[in-house]
């Protein structure tokens, strides 16, 4: 099967990054410069997943694609990649990382048992079982893998009851932190940074994504705050000027008629 408007696309991109013909804008990107529209492209990908919106996923994936040939346009041209060498890199890990499929197709019986397989033929590639880039993700997202991969030697809690005590645990740090006469900000910032990665193993022990998880949380609290703002002003109620209690009688205001509306 032949993509000739991918090809039309490569072309595309080379064009706009002409020394001489090309966009001003395109040729004064880097591959550091770069890094945030990445970051940006790929979450509104994942906002029109989450939407169920297909065109808008289309679309979204075509931005995403566009940082990947942007990303490899530049690095051609100091002679270090191109994305006909990424292409060739990723099907190389593909047909490698999956030998049921192009060698012995006796070695998958289940999912399960093929992503045991990936791992071990990933840490044969790998010198280090985490990577320095496992931090840089999203820090929940980051969490929830680095747990997952510890859990593949076996160093995990056995239930969730134990990860539940662990929360309880580095909770009771984090307060006995806050009730020091003198407070030790970097202590109680890293008994913090325990105490999330404890709630985000939890969540992981329960079969859910910490970072979707929150995620959720964050619309629900902007969508219950929205109703709060609209309900205010519909009262021609200042909320600048409400106290803390006001503010807090309105919150709960505002959620008894969410839940209403949601059970007509």
């Not at 969490?143 to 134990?162: C, L, M, R, Y």
Request: negative net charge; contains cysteine.
């Amino acid at each position: 099967m032949e993509y000739p408007e991918f090809k039309r696309l490569v072309d595309v991109i080379a064009k706009l990054r002409h020394p001489i013909d090309g966009c001003p804008w395109d040729l004064k990107q880097t591959n550091k410069s770069l890094l945030k529209y990445l970051i940006e492209e790929s979450y509104e990908f994942l906002h029109a997943v989450e939407s169920n919106d297909e065109k808008k996923m289309e679309d979204e994936l075509g931005d995403v694609l566009l940082q990947v040939l942007l990303h490899s346009q530049i690095a051609s041209e100091r002679n270090s990649f191109s994305i006909e060498s990424v292409s060739k890199t990723l099907a190389d890990k593909m047909i490698k990382r999956h030998p049921h499929v192009f060698e012995d197709k006796s070695l998958a019986k289940d999912a399960e048992e093929v992503s045991k397989n990936w791992e071990k033929i990933k840490s044969k590639d790998n010198e280090h079982f985490f990577k320095e880039e496992d931090v840089y993700m999203p820090s929940l997202m980051a969490a929830d893998k680095i747990g997952a991969k510890s859990a593949k030697v076996n160093f995990d809690w056995d239930t969730v009851e134990q990860v539940y005590d662990k929360v309880e645990e580095e909770l009771g740090e984090v307060l006995q932190e806050l009730k020091e006469k003198e407070r030790d900000d970097l202590r109680i910032k890293e008994e913090i940074g325990d105490l999330l990665f404890s709630v985000a193993q939890l969540s992981r022990h329960l079969g859910h994504d910490p970072e979707e998880a929150l995620r959720n949380a964050n619309k629900k609290f902007i969508s219950r705050f929205s109703h709060m703002e609209k309900k205010a002003k519909s009262e021609n109620r200042d909320m600048m000027a409400m106290t803390v209690e006001q503010l807090e009688d309105l919150w709960q205001e505002t959620k008894k008629e969410i839940k209403t509306n949601v059970k007509r």
